[in-house]
């Protein structure tokens, strides 16, 4: 009886680890690179200093828990096309679905500002 109770835990632990890594996963699937690009363009607009590092990590790390990494990967690519203009690009200011892209990027940082600044 023991030797099964044991087992079931056993298998319950591995279950909830498994559960708890595909959680961390998801909260940490932004690469490094693109970290450490956002917190080294927010320390360039609000300063160079050890506090900005902080309130800059902080920053990324919500947007992160907010926002799956390729939904930030297509906002900040329809950011960057808005800002290349011309006719072919116009389509990325007035499409409803690129607005929404944008729209869910600046809450997520909305909410970081909140909580980080």
């Known amino acids: 009886?023991?030797?099964?109770?044991g087992l079931a835990l056993a298998v319950a632990i591995a279950s909830g680890t498994a559960a708890a890594q595909?959680?961390?996963?998801?909260?940490?699937?932004?690469?490094?690179e693109a970290r450490a690009d956002y917190v080294f363009a927010c320390m360039a607009t609000n300063g160079q200093n050890r506090d900005m590092l902080r309130r800059c990590s902080c920053s990324i790390d919500e947007i992160?828990?907010?926002?799956?990494?390729?939904k930030y990967l297509e906002a900040e690519t329809v950011l960057s096309m808005r800002r290349v203009g011309g006719e072919r690009m116009a389509y990325f200011q007035s499409a409803a679905p690129s607005q929404a892209m944008v729209a869910d990027l600046r809450r997520a940082q909305a909410e970081a500002e909140i909580v980080c600044f």
């Open 1 to 5: 009886m023991i030797r099964g109770v």
């Open 22 to 32: 595909d959680v961390a996963e998801r909260f940490n699937d932004y690469p490094t």
């Open 64 to 70: 992160a828990a907010i926002l799956p990494y390729e």
